[in-house]
């Protein structure tokens, strides 16, 4: 006694399976890009940090104001990134004399998704932070 549905079921958890697996794909590459972006906001605001610390001195000596010396932002900031060892694709630092914002930008390494999605246009994540430098009496 044959019926004429026999084999759907196999066909139906095969097209299932196949389902769970790209969503499985999708969902384990956006938690790694999400995972990434995290740590990149996190290096952002220990280079902003570092940064902040840049001041002025002779400006500061001469007046009391705090401003923050370009150069020398730029470099703790540079430093702090490339010390915390974090592959970044690129750093952006922007200093003016009141705050300093430092962007990263860094490519999520597909996994299944990428059988399926073009490789040539990488998926990025950015982090920023923006610290301000402080006088602490």
């Known amino acids: 006694m044959r019926s004429a549905d026999d084999g759907s079921v196999t066909i139906w958890v095969l097209g ?3 389902l769970l697996l790209v969503f499985g794909g999708l ?7 999400l995972a990434l972006q995290r740590e990149l906001a996190a290096v952002a605001d220990s280079a902003a940090v570092a940064a902040a610390s840049g001041i002025d001195e002779e400006t500061y000596r001469a007046t009391g104001d705090v401003v923050l010396e370009p150069a020398r932002a730029r470099g703790l900031a540079n430093a702090a990134v490339s010390w915390q060892g974090v592959d ?3 750093t952006d630092v922007v ?9 990263l930008t860094g490519v999520v390494e ?3 998704l990428g059988v399926f999605v073009d490789q040539n246009e990488p998926l990025t994540v ?6 301000v ?3 602490v009496p």
């Open 126 to 131: 950015r982090g920023t932070a923006t610290a």
């Open 95 to 103: 200093v003016s004399p009141a705050s300093v914002t430092v962007t």
């Open 133 to 135: 430098p402080v006088l």
């Open 88 to 90: 970044v694709l690129s």
């Open 16 to 18: 299932l399976s196949m």
């Open 27 to 33: 969902a384990l590459d956006y938690w790694r890009a």
């Open 110 to 112: 597909l996994g299944l």
